[in-house]
Nanobody
Framework: QVQLVESGGGLVQAGGSLRLSCAAS????????MAWFRQAPGKEREFVAAISWSGSGTYYGASVKGRFTISRDNAVKQVYLQMNSLKPEDTAVYYC????????????????WGQGTQVTVSS
């Protein structure tokens, strides 16, 4: 079992930066791939980024590639999403997710989810 708690969301102006954190509990965190998804009002949940258990593999959605960076620290059971050059279209609730095995980009492939943190980017 893995429990996930996101933090770090907030209101930021376009062009600004935010760093999201996801704190995980459970003994098997270091064996799980982790990911960030987001969901804007009226839209489906969208893949943002994922990272393998070792951190050697990272993957990004097309809309965030080059602006966002995912990382993890297995020693403290945290995964991070550094978001730079934020745009109003990045406004959404951001969710942390976990799965055993290699990272995937589909919502249905993840077994564990956090409650989400709101990110609002003003123009």
């Amino acid at each position: 079992q893995v429990q996930l708690v996101e933090s770090g969301g907030g209101l930021v102006q376009a062009g600004g930066s935010l760093r999201l954190s996801c704190a995980a509990s459970g003994r098997t965190f270091s064996t799980y791939s982790m990911a960030w998804f987001r969901q804007a009002p009226g839209k489906e949940r969208e893949f943002v980024a994922a990272i393998s258990w070792s951190g050697s593999g990272t993957y990004y959605g097309a809309s965030v590639k080059g602006r966002f960076t995912i990382s993890r620290d297995n020693a403290v059971k945290q995964v991070y999403l550094q978001m730079n050059s934020l745009k109003p279209e990045d406004t959404a609730v951001y969710y942390c997710a976990a799965r055993p095995g290699w990272p995937q980009t589909s919502v249905g492939e993840y077994d564990y989810w956090g409650q989400g943190t709101q990110v609002t980017v003003s123009s």
